[in-house]
């Protein structure tokens, strides 16, 4: 795999007005999801229920790639028709969730490291021969009382620049996403300074660890009041901090930055989105990989009857898309 392959894929997930659907809930996390709506979590509803946003129709239209999780990567459409090659089809990049989720760093109480680094470099060929063409590894920062440790974040950084390499060694493009959390009373001062040491220290380990970061995408959070802060940031106050933080920290040459939900309404993940690329232009492109604010509104409606809701709730997904596609243009009219 050549550079200039690698290049053109991270180009092509941030394709002007397009950007990315997260699928990628671990089985555990998509119980969560489904009890919330009142859908068993069996294989076959989580097939069907990846079958129906997979299959909306014009979807390839706002949505530029797919970050699917392992069992997914490997699942059909009920005719018998591999994921990928349907994504293939509608012009969707598959991507795949190759990291093993957080654990508790020891020594480190209230903190994180995200691990998976055993044997992934053989899991990413295999993903590789699947059809994957960019891998996805999730750090997480937790913002509290004396936390984050320097530690914590220079072991995630770490692992993060390890996974990245070995992304570029299979030829996959590596989504790096060093997420600070939004749970706790914390300002948004208080998340922009955290969230600026997170991606110093992740550049710092991409250069120690020669991962080239023109077929590199950062996965960022935005800079946003913690949850339970009394004093919640408006929109511009949130575009205006985020675009800050990122400009001081993030080379010029990334092809671009991806924003995750992270447990915004779906209509503050599309405002921020918008507001910021209204203040552009900016040195990358910016556009959207959201799980949540990209799915909550159709697993409503297809949890509440998964034989009949397959179309309303696709034709759901196709609003979310093109309402996020627009705001990655800066053009959505809220
Ligand atoms: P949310 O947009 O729901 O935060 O999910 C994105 C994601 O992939 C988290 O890793």
Redesign the pocket.
Known sequence: MSIDQLADTAQAMVAAGKGII?I?ESTNTIAKRFQGVGVENSEENRRAYREMLLTTPGLGEHISGA?LYDETLRQKTRDGVPFATVMAKAGIIPGI?VDKGPQALAGFPGELVTEGLDGLRDRLKEYAKLGARFA?W?AVITIGDDIPSGNCIESNCHALARYAALCQETGLVPMV?P?VLMDGEHDIEVCYEVTEVTLRSLFGALYEHNVLLEGTIL?A?MVVSGKDCPDQAGVEEVADATLRCLKTTVPAVLPGIV??????SDRD?TAHLDAMNRMGPHPWPLS????????SAALKIWGANIAANVADAQKMVHARARDNGMAALGQWNG
């Not at 924003?259 to 915004?264: D, K």
């Open positions: 997260a990628d970050i969730k996805k999730r996403e997420e996965k959070s924003f995750l939900s992270g447990g915004q993940a959207f990989s959201y799980g949540r604010a990209m799915q």
